[in-house]
């Protein structure tokens, strides 16, 4: 499965932006998707996260409340909106995916940025 991340950019405190994973083929009902993001100097953290057969979905406290990750079955696409964005989210965001919970993350997409200013 390949994924192709978009929907970064340059935005203002406060602001919203909304990202953007297809992926090329249908993930399977047990694969789930999840946004991860790396600011420089700073390790790569899994942001959300959603299972692709039930929805169900997992939340960082840093974007819990701001961020809402969903999926179009008919597109292949998960996204993730993010509202009332601030500096902190600055970072590139990467999408990838796992065919089994028990799976290490196995496919990644390109990241695409988001710059927040202050």
């Known amino acids: 499965v390949q994924l192709q991340a978009s929907g970064g950019g340059l935005v203002q405190a406060g602001e919203y932006l909304r990202l953007s994973c297809a992926a090329s083929?249908?993930?399977?009902?047990?694969?789930?998707v999840g946004w991860f993001r790396q600011a420089p100097g700073k390790e790569r953290e899994l942001v959300s996260r959603?299972?692709?057969?039930?929805?169900?979905?997992y939340y960082a406290d840093s974007v819990s409340g701001r961020f809402t990750i969903s999926k179009d079955n008919d597109r292949n696409t998960v996204y993730l909106p993010m509202n009332s964005l601030k500096p902190d989210d600055t970072a590139v965001y990467y999408c990838?995916?796992?065919?089994?919970?028990?799976?290490?993350?196995?496919?990644w997409g390109q990241g695409t940025l988001v710059t927040v200013s202050s």
């Open positions: 959603i299972y692709w057969g039930t929805g169900s979905t």
């Open positions: 083929t249908r993930p399977f009902t047990s694969a789930s």
């Open positions: 990838a995916l796992k065919s089994i919970p028990q799976r290490d993350w196995e496919n």
